[in-house]
């Protein structure tokens, strides 16, 4: 029957950052040959433990010494069961206590509990006698009640279960004795009950059994043949009953452990002794030989302190005649330091997270050392160049725990030995390398490379184009060093920042949304985000300052005298100016900046070229030379103001100067300025009376041709639409949603007369500035009235033009 004993001391060992308790012991007992998987009994009961913890804290049973693991726990119940075949016998011998002892470990916090397994003895074994036949002579002048010790019979059980009884078969000649030893053995003699006549009987044969004190019980039997001789009145006698030697474990092989010695006091052949070992297991006979005739046991075999600390050999002497005596070799292996520590990791928590805090238990290091007293005694370490330290924990256990912070940035691995050494002599130690991986968290943000960036674009680019690049590193690992980038958003004069910029969230490239000028935005600012993909993530921004280059795409722009109304703007020159008079000033501005903004003044045409002269920067005129007579007293100018840029931009103005110190000297001057301006008027009436009407009796036959042509006719007008095919309208001419008769640009080249009433001119050329589509539907056709007040009005801005 199985019971437990559960001690009531507890050990706390304080330790630095954390603290493990070793709770009491808890032992059982059970028999031995349990099947696998049989209960021993419920640990989660006998300590008081929480069942539903057990698999989080890897529960666990480690072996103390021993090279099979027996017994396991079961994680779902806590119960300990059998896993593997437990055999009394071959574990204990013939030890009166065999015990297993086994730890239960569990983590989070660190715990053991030593379990002490009483194996018990099942009677499984039956007694065995050395020889199965035994022979002994006596002779047969052996007096009545002459004893004669016989073998023992061999019980691999203990107590109750080895021999407890011998029995003898019936006969005429002998009986049993049975004898207890004070070492609990039991030893059977012969016992002569009739006298032996070797003439009427020279030959007995005698069936001892040896019997066990199991239930039920098992026996062994031998058959002894007893030989009638003449007397043999001595039987051998050891010079010491017990034998007692001490031999280390190293011996070597052909050792002489002992030398036993036994005489007879008989002479000749019964004095003669021959020595032989009892009843040995198979293993003793493969380690120990004993010499027959000189009584020397010599080691054969190697000895193992750890595997066994001592020997009882059963020795016996037999004289010539085959009287018998019994001895014992007591042999005690002595332990040297033959065994180097044992480094097992027992839990190891890898990789680390980076930022663990000092303190925090990455692995548990179980230490064991075969050998006995000091030579098991174990010192452990460990280099010092790593951020780690052993913490001795509960008995032969060890705690490695961080010693400072860990930084996966710095160093992503390490590599960890660990040192056993022994205190025997000389020492024995060994290593344990343990590697640990440092896993990544998100503790450092995006940084830039740039503090911050600048960007120049020139205006008028195209939407869509890339001004520059941010880049932000991560020194984490995987998505937590993955950097995406956004814009911040933010207003940039009263827009949002969306509305000019875009950026790519994976590479960092700004591109323009817009097109942008530098008259309207010269500079603005974003905000650029980097951030990863941490949990949490983090981010960091930098501001990224753009600048807009100017492009010359202004033309100069006069603002004296004006370009615009129909008024003439004259200005006054004394006749008495001489040279370097100023007479009157060009003002142009130029909305560009820099070089595209500085502005030339040039005289293009003048009535008199070598009379005036433009100064080139300041645009100021003046004489060139005194004013003399005979000079016209009209001049006009024609101004050009260019700018600087690449490639240069220009525009031209008029200026008309009147050489007179008094208006009345020219009263004809505003008659023949409307007289002039009804001349050209009228010229301009009569061309295009005459363009229209040309034009509209083409029109008319242009129609009457293709209604005759064409086999099917066409349909002209619908709801008040005329559908003209393209290769039938003039080249310039195009109604298209309503903007207006003719789309065409006209180039005119004045050539002006000081003095004239009537200002000639000279057409040079017309061009398109658009390509006419296909079937192109006029929405409206106009009347030549319309055409008439049209080309009128464009007659109208012409003569404003050329005056």
């Given at each position: 029957?199985?019971?437990?004993?559960?001690?009531?001391?507890r050990?706390?060992?304080?330790?630095?950052?954390m603290?493990?308790?070793?709770y009491?012991?808890?032992?059982?007992?059970f028999?031995?040959?349990?099947?696998?998987?049989?209960?021993?009994?419920?640990?989660?009961?006998?300590?008081?433990l929480?069942?539903n913890?057990l698999?989080?804290?890897?529960?666990?049973?480690?072996?103390?010494?021993?090279?099979?693991?027996?017994?396991?726990?079961?994680?779902?119940?806590?119960?300990l069961?059998?896993?593997?075949?437990?055999?009394?016998?071959s574990?204990?011998?013939?030890?009166?206590?065999?015990?297993?002892?086994?730890?239960?470990?569990?983590?989070?916090?660190?715990?053991?509990?030593r379990?002490?397994?009483n194996?018990?003895?099942?009677?499984?074994?039956?007694?065995l006698?050395?020889?199965?036949?035994?022979?002994?002579e006596?002779?047969?002048?052996?007096?009545?009640?002459?004893?004669?010790?016989?073998?023992?019979?061999?019980d691999?059980?203990?107590?109750?279960?080895?021999v407890q009884?011998?029995?003898?078969?019936r006969?005429?000649?002998?009986?049993?004795?049975v004898?207890?030893?004070?070492?609990?053995?039991?030893?059977?003699?012969?016992?002569?009950?009739?006298?032996?006549?070797?003439?009427?009987?020279?030959?007995?044969?005698?069936?001892?059994?040896?019997?066990?004190?199991?239930t039920?019980p098992?026996?062994?039997?031998?058959?002894?043949?007893v030989?009638?001789?003449?007397?043999?009145?001595?039987?051998p006698?050891f010079?010491?009953?017990?034998?007692?030697?001490?031999?280390?474990?190293?011996?070597?092989v052909?050792?002489?452990v002992?030398?036993?010695?036994?005489?007879?006091?008989d002479?000749?052949?019964?004095?003669?002794?021959?020595?032989?070992?009892?009843?040995?297991?198979?293993n003793?006979?493969?380690?120990?030989?004993f010499?027959?005739n000189t009584?020397k046991?010599t080691?054969?075999?190697?000895?193992?302190y750890?595997?066994?600390?001592?020997?009882?050999?059963?020795?016996?002497?037999?004289?010539?005649?085959?009287?018998?005596?019994?001895?014992?070799?007591?042999?005690e292996?002595?332990?040297?330091n033959?065994?180097?520590?044992?480094?097992?990791?027992?839990?190891?928590n890898?990789?680390?997270?980076?930022?663990?805090s000092?303190?925090?238990?990455?692995?548990?290091?179980?230490?064991?050392?075969?050998?006995?007293?000091?030579?098991?005694?174990?010192?452990?370490?460990?280099?010092q160049?790593?951020?780690?330290?052993?913490?001795?924990?509960?008995?032969?256990?060890?705690?490695?725990?961080?010693?400072?912070?860990?930084d996966?940035?710095?160093?992503?691995?390490?590599n960890?030995?660990?040192?056993?050494?022994?205190?025997?002599?000389?020492p024995?130690?060994?290593?344990?390398?343990?590697?640990?991986?440092?896993?990544?968290?998100?503790?450092?943000?995006?940084?830039?490379?740039?503090?911050?960036?600048?960007?120049?674009?020139?205006?008028n680019?195209?939407?869509?184009s890339?001004?520059?690049s941010?880049?932000?590193?991560?020194?984490d690992?995987?998505?937590?060093?993955?950097?995406?980038?956004?814009?911040?958003?933010?207003?940039?004069?009263?827009?949002?920042v969306?509305?000019f910029?875009?950026?790519?969230?994976?590479?960092?490239?700004?591109?323009?949304?817009?097109?942008?000028?530098?008259?309207?935005?010269?500079?603005?600012q974003?905000?650029?985000?980097?951030?990863?993909?941490?949990?949490?993530?983090?981010?960091?921004?930098?501001?990224?300052?753009?600048?807009?280059?100017?492009?010359?795409?202004?033309?100069?722009?006069?603002?004296?005298p004006?370009?615009?109304?129909?008024?003439?703007?004259?200005?006054?020159?004394?006749k008495?100016?001489?040279?370097?008079?100023?007479?009157?000033?060009?003002?142009?501005?130029?909305?560009?900046?820099?070089?595209?903004?500085?502005?030339?003044?040039?005289?293009?045409k003048?009535?008199d070229?070598?009379?005036?002269?433009?100064?080139?920067?300041?645009?100021?005129?003046r004489?060139?030379?005194d004013?003399?007579?005979s000079?016209?007293?009209?001049?006009?100018?024609?101004?050009?103001?260019?700018?600087?840029g690449?490639?240069?931009?220009?525009?031209?103005?008029?200026?008309?100067?009147?050489?007179?110190d008094?208006?009345?000297?020219?009263?004809?001057?505003?008659?023949?300025?409307?007289?002039?301006?009804?001349?050209?008027l009228?010229?301009?009436?009569?061309?295009?009376?005459v363009?229209?009407?040309?034009?509209?009796?083409?029109?008319?036959?242009?129609?009457?041709?293709?209604?005759?042509?064409?086999r099917?006719?066409?349909?002209?007008?619908?709801d008040?639409?005329?559908?003209?095919?393209?290769?039938?309208?003039?080249p310039?001419?195009?109604?298209?949603?309503?903007?207006?008769?003719?789309?065409?640009?006209?180039?005119?080249?004045?050539y002006?007369?000081?003095?004239?009433?009537?200002?000639?001119f000279?057409?040079?050329?017309s061009?398109?500035?658009?390509?006419?589509?296909?079937?192109?539907?006029?929405?409206?056709?106009p009347?030549v009235?319309?055409?008439?007040?049209?080309?009128?009005?464009e007659?109208?801005?012409?003569s404003?033009?050329?005056?």
């Amino acid at each position: 029957m199985m019971h437990k004993g559960l001690s009531v001391h507890r050990l706390f060992l304080p330790v630095l950052f954390m603290a493990h308790s070793a709770y009491g012991d808890v032992s059982y007992s059970f028999p031995e040959e349990m099947k696998r998987g049989s209960v021993i009994g419920n640990m989660v009961k006998d300590l008081g433990l929480d069942v539903n913890r057990l698999s989080s804290r890897k529960a666990r049973i480690d072996t103390e010494g021993n090279r099979k693991r027996y017994c396991d726990i079961n994680l779902n119940t806590g119960e300990l069961i059998v896993a593997e075949r437990i055999d009394r016998e071959s574990l204990c011998g013939k030890k009166s206590s065999c015990v297993i002892k086994q730890e239960l470990v569990l983590e989070n916090p660190l715990e053991s509990h030593r379990i002490d397994i009483n194996v018990q003895d099942i009677n499984d074994n039956s007694p065995l006698f050395r020889k199965n036949v035994i022979k002994l002579e006596i002779r047969e002048s052996a007096d009545l009640g002459a004893r004669f010790l016989l073998e023992e019979a061999h019980d691999a059980d203990i107590g109750i279960n080895s021999v407890q009884n011998y029995n003898l078969a019936r006969n005429e000649y002998f009986e049993l004795a049975v004898t207890a030893k004070t070492t609990g053995k039991f030893h059977s003699e012969l016992v002569l009950q009739k006298e032996l006549d070797r003439e009427k009987t020279h030959e007995v044969t005698l069936i001892v059994t040896a019997v066990d004190g199991g239930t039920p019980p098992r026996s062994g039997t031998v058959a002894i043949h007893v030989t009638v001789l003449d007397a043999n009145d001595n039987a051998p006698v050891f010079s010491q009953a017990v034998y007692k030697v001490s031999l280390p474990e190293n011996s070597p092989v052909d050792t002489v452990v002992v030398t036993v010695s036994a005489t007879d006091a008989d002479e000749g052949q019964n004095g003669e002794v021959t020595y032989e070992f009892g009843h040995l297991s198979e293993n003793d006979m493969t380690i120990f030989s004993f010499g027959s005739n000189t009584g020397k046991i010599t080691l054969i075999g190697s000895l193992d302190y750890e595997e066994e600390s001592s020997f009882e050999l059963p020795i016996q002497a037999t004289d010539g005649l085959g009287m018998v005596t019994y001895g014992t070799v007591v042999i005690e292996i002595s332990d040297i330091n033959d065994n180097a520590p044992l480094i097992v990791i027992t839990s190891l928590n890898s990789p680390i997270p980076e930022n663990a805090s000092p303190g925090t238990e990455v692995g548990i290091i179980n230490v064991q050392d075969r050998d006995s007293e000091n030579n098991g005694q174990v010192r452990c370490s460990i280099q010092q160049n790593v951020p780690f330290k052993l913490v001795p924990s509960i008995k032969n256990y060890y705690s490695l725990v961080t010693t400072g912070e860990l930084d996966r940035e710095l160093l992503s691995d390490y590599n960890i030995t660990i040192t056993a050494t022994d205190e025997g002599s000389p020492p024995l130690s060994s290593t344990k390398n343990i590697h640990f991986t440092v896993a990544d968290v998100n503790d450092n943000p995006p940084v830039f490379e740039e503090q911050n960036y600048r960007a120049n674009v020139q205006e008028n680019n195209k939407p869509g184009s890339s001004i520059c690049s941010v880049s932000a590193t991560d020194p984490d690992w995987r998505q937590n060093g993955t950097v995406v980038y956004s814009l911040l958003p933010s207003d940039v004069n009263g827009a949002p920042v969306s509305s000019f910029l875009s950026i790519n969230g994976d590479t960092g490239v700004l591109h323009a949304v817009r097109s942008f000028d530098y008259e309207q935005l010269r500079s603005f600012q974003v905000l650029v985000l980097a951030r990863d993909n941490g949990s949490p993530p983090l981010s960091s921004n930098v501001t990224v300052s753009v600048f807009i280059t100017d492009e010359n795409d202004n033309s100069p722009q006069i603002l004296y005298p004006s370009p615009e109304g129909n008024s003439l703007m004259t200005e006054m020159v004394p006749k008495a100016a001489q040279a370097g008079s100023l007479v009157s000033k060009v003002i142009a501005v130029d909305a560009d900046s820099g070089q595209n903004a500085w502005l030339s003044y040039h005289i293009i045409k003048a009535t008199d070229p070598g009379l005036f002269t433009i100064g080139v920067h300041s645009g100021e005129i003046r004489t060139q030379r005194d004013i003399s007579e005979s000079d016209s007293m009209k001049q006009n100018l024609i101004v050009s103001v260019r700018d600087n840029g690449q490639s240069s931009l220009s525009a031209t103005c008029a200026l008309y100067l009147l050489i007179s110190d008094n208006l009345a000297e020219v009263p004809e001057l505003k008659d023949k300025s409307h007289d002039e301006s009804s001349s050209k008027l009228t010229f301009y009436l009569i061309i295009a009376l005459v363009s229209v009407s040309t034009f509209f009796l083409t029109f008319i036959i242009i129609i009457l041709a293709v209604r005759f042509c064409r086999r099917r006719k066409p349909r002209l007008l619908f709801d008040g639409a005329v559908a003209i095919p393209s290769a039938y309208l003039p080249p310039n001419y195009a109604d298209v949603e309503g903007a207006g008769p003719l789309r065409s640009t006209y180039n005119y080249d004045a050539y002006l007369t000081t003095g004239s009433r009537t200002s000639d001119f000279k057409f040079i050329r017309s061009y398109n500035e658009g390509t006419l589509t296909s079937d192109l539907t006029l929405k409206k056709t106009p009347s030549v009235e319309n055409i008439l007040e049209g080309l009128g009005s464009e007659a109208e801005n012409i003569s404003q033009l050329c005056t």
